[in-house]
């Protein structure tokens, strides 16, 4: 049978927007990088987002202030570097009598989120005059008390990510796609030894550091390798997002489901609409991940509540899964909107790591998340020498 073999510095597993950014991170300090996927860029969780680069106002009241500080300013710095990508939009937030957030928590949240983004011109919201809020195509005006305004982003995640990707290759990054990941063993104290599989070849890359960024799949791969440490236990959490054909608005609503009070976004999307999202715990294998009758049923009840004379059309829905760690009160009823969003990096070894692990993690921090993984990085592999600064290198659309 056929092999292919490489020898580099780090090996990473997985090509969505983690494996991208560490790959881009990494290869701009100057380290061989090889990144493998085992099946094509961006096509798990990371082209099945909500597709937001934003605080995330909803961690507020969840205190996870540090998470919305760090996204705020992710954002800004996405903003620049990629402004084909990143497009700044309007949010809105219709409180109705039925909310179960009151409208002085609303505002309470948004100074927050303000706060935290730093005061400046796009963390700044506002309440819409009535004439303003009379104008909202559509939407739902029985029981509207008031609607609130204020700015986050909206990307494409797939092309976010394949950008990232392209961008790691002008620094050397070799990328495998349809390669996976079948285990790795320990050949020396300094090499590690990998095995994937590329079609029928055998692919056999010896390395000093292994990156784990194989989202939903995590726990899978991490089973593969031989001396890692076991990292947390996750929760993987659906989310199902429905796709119609007619446009509502450029604005993003932000809503409460009428039922259960989750939050949920109506948002623009390639000239049409999205709804999403939901939150069903997802056992067995990630690739398996379908969207349900339930959670369809739900988003469609959710939208036409709000837009009753909406006359868009279903074309499709998506799911992705979401990792989680496991809250660590058990016995406590599950709400997966509380469980905190902080990426979790575990290795095997603080000192000097063979294996980093990313578990959890947001789109809009994935930089951030790399630029750890880079610094944790260098304390195996000595500080390379820095060819670039990830956080003003343009990004651009692979389209383009
Ligand atoms: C419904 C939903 C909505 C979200 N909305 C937002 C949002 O609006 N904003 C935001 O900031 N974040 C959002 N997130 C979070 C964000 O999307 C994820 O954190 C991020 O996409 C995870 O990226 P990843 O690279 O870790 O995983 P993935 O994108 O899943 O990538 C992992 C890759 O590893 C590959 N892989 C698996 N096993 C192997 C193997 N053996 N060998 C080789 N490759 C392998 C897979 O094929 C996959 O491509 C959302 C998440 C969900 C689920």
Request: hydrophobic residues 40%.
């Amino acid at each position: 049978m056929d092999q292919k073999k490489f020898a580099v510095d780090v090996l990473i597993i997985g090509g969505g927007i983690h494996g991208a950014g560490c790959a881009q991170a990494l290869a701009s300090r100057g380290y061989s990088t090889i990144l493998i996927e085992s099946g094509q860029i961006g096509h798990g969780t990371s082209s099945r987002s909500s597709k937001l680069v934003h605080g995330g106002l909803r961690y507020i009241e969840t205190g996870q202030f540090s998470l919305v500080r760090k996204s705020l300013r992710e954002r800004a710095i996405l903003e620049k570097i990629a402004p084909d990508l990143i497009h700044s939009r309007q949010f809105l937030l219709p409180i109705y009598r039925h909310n179960r957030l009151k409208r002085w928590q609303l505002i309470l949240a948004l100074s927050i989120y303000s706060l935290l983004g730093g005061l400046n011109k796009n963390t700044r919201f506002k309440r819409l005059s009535k004439s303003e809020q009379n104008n909202l195509a559509g939407l739902k005006k029985d029981g509207l008390i008031a609607v609130y305004q204020y700015w986050d982003a909206q990307t494409n995640d797939l092309a976010l990510t394949q950008a990232v990707i392209h961008s790691a290759k002008q620094y050397d990054c070799q990328v495998l796609e349809q390669t996976a990941f079948i285990k790795a063993s320990q050949l020396t104290s300094k090499t590690l030894q990998v095995q994937a599989r590329q079609n029928q070849q055998t692919v056999n890359i010896d390395c000093q550091l292994l990156v784990n960024a194989s989202g939903p799949w995590i726990e899978k791969v991490q089973a593969q390798i031989d001396f890692a440490r076991s990292g947390p236990e996750v929760d993987l959490v659906q989310g199902t997002h429905l796709e119609y054909d007619q446009a509502i608005s450029d604005d993003i609503f932000y809503l409460e489901s009428p039922d259960d009070h989750r939050p949920v976004f109506i948002m623009p999307w390639q000239g049409g609409t999205l709804i999403g999202t939901t939150e069903v715990q997802h056992r067995g294998n990630p690739a398996n991940s379908q969207p349900t009758e339930a959670e369809i049923d739900y988003l469609k009840k959710i939208l036409f509540h709000y837009f009753p004379a909406y006359q868009g059309q279903f074309v499709q829905a998506w799911s992705g899964l979401r990792v989680l760690p496991k809250h660590p009160h058990k016995a406590a009823v599950r709400r997966f909107a509380k469980q905190a969003r902080e990426t979790v990096l575990h290795v095997d070894n603080s000192f000097s790591p063979q294996v980093i692990s990313i578990y959890g993690g947001k789109l809009t921090a994935y930089r951030a998340t790399a630029k750890r993984v880079a610094d944790l990085a260098a304390k195996r592999l000595g500080r390379a020498k820095k060819l670039a600064d990830t956080s003003i290198m343009p990004l651009q659309s692979p389209q383009k």
